[in-house]
């Protein structure tokens, strides 16, 4: 039967999905009948590098984003928000243009010191009360340390805080760990004059404590020159890491004006109030007009500390509130603080309405999915919802419903506490991907999790990726060496999945290999369909990728299913954003690229000229043909006949053409084939005239020749050869690091065994040596020497006395008499070798 239809989209319906605003069990995910689908993404503040939680919370995101495009077909409008005004920039960019500023000024030494002093007990008084316990004398750095490791040394040794509740460490630990490193350095800094190098950190909250009133902030340069370069940096960590980019980005600053509109109408609503030139929702109004307040997280509905870290840091002086859970929608400006011109006074937006209004100006009332990292549910996305529903609100109606699905990404957690920007405990993505990730290992990691679980990487979980990673990249290489010893596989005539379904299922009864393929398929839709599993996902692919490499080592292998199953298994990975080189549909290619391609990368398609990408193969085949011409091997019938014949450049000039009248799209891999066959055959025969040669140098010659164009020739091409016996050798095309690290190991494991036999020899040769020494000496002569246990001996040189006079006793005396024996027989082998002692 065909299996044809099995490769397109699959229907939508079906889809359970984990949604916040329903927890429990997934629930069924229904799309409008057009198939589109409305997205808003929380995105970045920009005052920082982005990190691996960032990377965790985008990847995920996009993995389900291009699920639902890729493999259920829908039509995904993603929008996401740049935060570029908010009070982490405003204290980092203030602070910036303030420790500028400070550098500048003519300090002395003294005064350097001075003020660093002030700025390290400010510090440490704000961040760690504990290093003034048990102690008159001042603080400075030169009792710093002493006290430190009295008040702290518990926590730095990986002990709870007294006021953690249970004794695992947590974020209140990871943020004492980052103020006493702070201090640390500041305290050498103050040791070695410099301040301004290694005190960075505790000057800044000071200087700004200090003269943070005196910025002229109407120049707002010194935010956006921030937030631009920043959110500059994290598009390129986006690329890095393959993540789609949105439909539509919009950022705060460019949304003030309709900021103010949406205020205006929550307020006419009647659930909001001016106070103090401050805006605040209006809970208790907001409830008793039939509304819920904390729909995500109802148990933080009264929760004080997230409720004054959802209003922000510079927020803590403002006044008005008619109850504490009221949060602001505008904020009055305090001096060096930025505004923007509004009914209520000079001030700025606050944190939550942002999304509200940009997520409803490009959205709509009404959204499919709202998503964002699970941090955000209380206050900021139970905020978003209350002010949006309120805007929305009509008393006729009833309660409105702003989001449909709410996806929370989880956290990413780093010995027990969260990665985090402000703990700074984290890894940067580009740091990650400088230091043993890839855009490919890295999604792998995260998908090995479900999206919405929390994640701590382990060092098994890395090694489980890299397994996967390898698994498929000898399944692709092993595939594509196999189709082409074939001849089935050409640069012209590329099958779609489709084709290749239809060429597999002419000859199968559905079971096998081919029975194994249709259920990997279901069990893959199905574990996409129960709220995008992917590591149920991974799991399928994996055990259908093993039965294909089973079925592919028997002579007679299914090579029909097996494409058709490689050429699956490439359109998966291509949907979850494995391959950063392939487009959608993901349909005509087999395998993936490199996982962080470059703009030098080559393979896979494109616009080419064939002949300059394929001279580093005929150039090795031109060289290896006269090394071979250049062995003199005369008698040799059939290699000087295979020297004779071989034309790769007649076949490669017929691809070229073929591949130029398909269009132009060439496969260097393809085109290179004729000459790596041409290398390979000589190859080939050279190891047969090996076996018949006549005398040890030419062997030697032959074999040493072989192994060159193997190891070293083929190598720096990127090409594998697996011999084969009583068949050609397998060409695999096998990224050149990877072969060059295999040489190398290979190298090294040849090394290390040569040294051990030498080892083992030069012990051997002692072992003699010691042997022969012992055997010398005449058996009267073996204890004679021992006066320190006996004291009188016989004629035969056998003690008969102990040290202290007494009898040797019988036992003892025995056993004497074996060892005497043994040493005579030893004795006379040596005589008998040596002639004499």
Request: glycine residues 6%.
């Amino acid at each position: 039967m065909s299996t044809a239809t099995s490769t397109k989209s699959p229907s939508a319906g079906g889809i359970a999905v984990y949604n916040s605003l329903k927890p429990g069990a997934a629930v069924p995910f229904v799309t409008k009948e057009d198939g589109s689908v409305s997205w808003y993404s929380c995105g970045p503040t920009v005052y920082d590098l982005s990190h691996m939680g960032h990377a965790r919370n985008y990847v995920s995101t996009d993995v389900i984003r291009r699920i639902l495009m890729h493999y259920f077909d829908l039509k995904v409008n993603f929008v996401m928000n740049i935060t570029d005004v908010d009070d982490k920039i405003i204290i980092k960019a203030r602070r910036k243009r303030l420790y500028d500023l400070e550098r500048e000024k003519p300090y002395s030494a003294e005064e350097r010191h001075a003020l660093a002093t002030a700025a390290f007990l400010a510090y440490a008084n704000s961040n760690l009360p504990l290093l003034f316990e048990g102690s008159d004398a001042k603080l400075d750095e030169t009792n710093y340390v002493a006290r430190r490791d009295a008040a702290y040394g518990g926590v730095l040794a990986g002990g709870a805080l007294a006021t953690t509740l249970g004794d695992k460490p947590g974020d209140a630990e990871a943020k004492t760990k980052m103020h006493v490193a702070n201090m640390d350095a500041a305290a050498r800094g103050l040791q070695t004059g410099s301040i301004f190098d290694d005190a960075e950190e505790i000057l800044l909250p000071y200087l700004d404590s200090l003269y943070k009133e005196t910025i002229d902030t109407s120049d707002q340069t010194m935010f956006t020159d921030l937030t631009k370069q920043m959110e500059q940096l994290f598009t390129d960590d986006m690329d890095a890491l393959n993540v789609l980019p949105p439909d539509t980005i919009t950022r705060v600053t460019e949304y003030v004006p309709q900021i103010v509109t949406f205020i205006e109408g929550i307020i006419a609503k009647g659930f909001a109030y001016e106070a103090n030139s401050s805006v605040y929702f209006d809970i208790d109004a907001f409830e008793k007009a039939g509304n819920t307040y904390a729909r995500l997280r109802p148990e933080s509905k009264n929760d004080k500390a997230l409720q004054e870290e959802g209003e922000g840091s510079l927020s803590k002086s403002l006044a008005g509130k008619r109850r504490p859970g009221d949060f602001a929608l505008w904020k009055k400006s305090k001096p060096g603080e930025p505004y923007w011109p509004s009914p209520w006074g000079d001030g700025r937006p606050g944190w939550h309405i942002e999304c509200s209004v940009m997520a409803s100006d490009k959205l709509g009332e009404q959204m499919d999915i709202h998503s964002g990292g699970i941090d955000l549910a209380f206050p900021h996305h139970d905020n978003e919802l209350a002010q949006s529903e309120a805007f929305f609100h009509r008393p006729e109606v009833g309660e409105h419903s702003w989001v449909r699905y709410f996806f929370h990404m989880g956290h990413l957690s780093i010995a027990g506490s969260k990665m985090s920007k402000s703990l700074k405990n984290f890894q940067t993505i580009q740091d990650a991907l400088a230091t043993g990730y890839t855009s490919r290992s890295m999604r792998i990691v995260f998908m090995l999790s479900r999206w919405n679980d929390g994640l701590e990487i382990s060092p098994d979980m890395r090694k489980q990726a890299s397994s996967f990673e390898n698994t498929l990249d000898n399944f692709f290489t092993n595939v594509k060496a196999r189709l082409a010893e074939a001849g089935v596989a050409s640069s012209i005539q590329k099958l779609t999945l489709a084709e290749a379904e239809d060429k597999a299922a002419v000859n199968n009864n559905g079971s096998g290999l081919a029975g194994e393929f249709e259920q990997a398929k279901a069990d893959l839709d199905a574990a996409l369909r129960s709220s995008f599993d992917t590591p149920g996902a991974l799991q399928v692919i994996l055990r259908l990728v093993r039965n294909a490499n089973v079925s592919m080592s028997d002579a007679n292998a299914d090579l029909a299913t097996i494409e058709a199953v490689a050429r699956w298994v490439t359109k998966i990975v291509g949907v979850f954003g494995l391959d950063p080189n392939a487009q959608p549909p993901y349909e005509s290619s087999l395998g993936w690229g490199p996982a962080n391609p470059t703009a030098n990368s080559a393979g896979g398609g494109g616009v080419v000229d064939p002949k300059v990408a394929v001279q580093p193969y005929s150039g090795v085949f031109a060289k290896v043909k006269g090394d071979v011409a250049a062995l003199g091997l005369t008698t040799e019938t059939a290699l000087n006949t295979l020297l004779a014949e071989l034309r790769p450049d007649v076949e490669f000039v017929a691809l070229e053409k073929e591949a130029s009248a398909a269009g132009g799209q060439y496969d260097i891999e393809q085109l290179a084939l004729p000459f790596l066959r041409a290398v390979s055959q000589l190859r080939d025969e050279l190891r047969r005239t090996a076996v018949n040669a006549d005398n040890k140098d030419k062997k030697g010659a032959i074999l040493g020749l072989s192994d060159r164009i193997r190891d070293y020739d083929l190598v720096e091409l990127g090409v594998q050869l697996d011999d084969q016996p009583d068949r050609p050798s397998l060409i695999k095309f096998v990224p050149v690091a990877k072969l060059v690290a295999a040489r190398e190991e290979k190298a090294a494991a040849v090394a290390e065994k040569a040294r051990l036999k030498e080892e083992a020899a030069r012990a051997r040769e002692k072992a003699e040596e010691e042997k022969w020494a012992k055997a010398k000496v005449p058996p009267t002569e073996l204890f004679r020497s021992n006066t320190a246990d006996f004291s009188a001996w016989d004629a035969e040189g056998l003690p008969t006395k102990l040290a202290d006079g007494s009898d040797v006793p019988k036992t003892q005396a025995k056993r004497l008499k074996k060892e005497w024996d043994r040493q005579k027989k030893l004795h006379d082998s040596y005589i008998e070798k040596f002639g004499s002692a």
